[in-house]
């Protein structure tokens, strides 16, 4: 088989062609300075001709998708992407699809009757992203838990009350078949409210492209909620659509609980993620969404608190619909 070496995405999009794969999978080649083979990163360094390639599938987790004819490409060849229309007002399109939305929104906790258009969203780039991130993240816990695995908060201020946060966090993700495994980064579903041009680069290129657009109360990355009201304070109106939303899966490996006010000494404002974490939790008063500071009383699930987990890498978050309330 031939291939161009242009990028690796285009080495990924050929194998993906040429053998009709459309389950996940990763690539190696054979490096001949170690004899053996190894994750192929980028296409700089090799040689020109004779590479021996090696394709690794894997089973489609649940936030995976297998995209037939009835998916559209968009995108440019760069950020190609696929887009499925699952329902718009009362038409129902791809009723497998609307099934895995229903069952999310009930994770969530908010009804699929409310929402008015939803559109499933596959980017083979990001998902293969997401899936090399959990994998290296779980060997860096195995191999050095006191490097990414700390749990140093315990000895902070407040640790009674950050262990209610993360307890919050922790609930959630055990609801989940796919962390049972201890070992595994947990994963969970999660909201964000955006604008019409922003979640279709999202589609795209991932949360990096709008991970600095957010207060940054809590750390400089990307935001997300569990909790649909919340999350509509921060979403745009896009015509007779409704706001528009992005439901994600999310990656939040080891997590630092915040109590700290954004705007009191010791701050995690703007900062970079904790050492030894990989994300931010909080639970913070919904009524208002300019003044979300961490709750300090009220009970952490009472139906005046909602919850905000940054992350910090873009690989930690996928987009898996967008969908319109109106």
């Not at 490096?31 to 083979?37: F, G």
């Not at 004779?50 to 936030?63: D, M």
């Not at 579903?189 to 809590?218: H, K, N, R």
């Not at 009472?302 to 996928?318: M, N, R």
Request: glycine residues 6%; proline residues 4%; neutral net charge.
């Amino acid at each position: 088989m031939k291939l161009l070496l242009t990028s690796l995405e285009d080495i990924i999009a050929s194998l993906r062609e040429k053998l009709s794969i459309t389950s996940p999978f990763t690539v190696q080649y054979y490096d001949e300075d170690v004899k053996m083979y190894v994750l192929l990163e980028d296409v700089e360094d090799l040689p020109k001709e004779g590479i021996k390639f090696k394709v690794i599938t894997r089973a489609l987790s649940w936030w995976g998708w297998a995209p037939d004819a009835t998916w559209i490409s968009k995108g440019f060849s760069a950020t190609t992407y696929h887009s499925l229309l699952v329902k718009e007002g009362s038409h129902i399109f791809n009723s497998l699809a609307l099934d895995k939305f229903k069952a999310a929104a009930g994770w969530l906790c908010f009804g699929s009757d409310q929402v008015h258009k939803i559109f499933a969203i596959s980017n083979h780039t990001l998902l293969t992203n997401f899936e090399n991130y959990r994998n290296t993240l779980q060997a860096k816990h195995r191999a050095n838990p006191e490097k990414f695995k700390k749990s140093d908060w315990k000895g902070l201020n407040e640790n009674k009350r950050r262990e209610l946060f993360l307890d919050r966090l922790l609930s959630s993700a055990g609801r989940f078949e796919w962390n049972s495994d201890p070992a595994k980064p947990r994963c969970v579903p999660m909201l964000q409210g955006t604008s019409e041009t922003a979640v279709w680069q999202i589609c795209q290129q991932g949360f990096a492209i709008v991970g600095e657009t957010d207060q940054l109360f809590y750390g400089r990355g990307m935001y997300f909620t569990s909790k649909l009201s919340y999350a509509a304070n921060y979403a745009k109106e896009s015509g007779a659509d409704g706001k528009v939303f992005v439901l994600s899966m999310v990656t939040a490996g080891n997590t630092f609980p915040v109590t700290e006010h954004p705007h009191q000494p010791g701050s995690l404002k703007g900062q970079a993620c904790h050492t030894g974490y990989q994300s931010h939790f909080t639970t913070v008063d919904s009524a208002n969404s300019t003044k979300a500071y961490p709750t300090k009383s009220a009970p952490i699930n009472a139906a005046s608190t909602a919850d905000e987990l940054v992350v910090f890498d873009h690989a930690q978050a996928i987009p898996l619909f967008v969908f319109y309330v109106k």
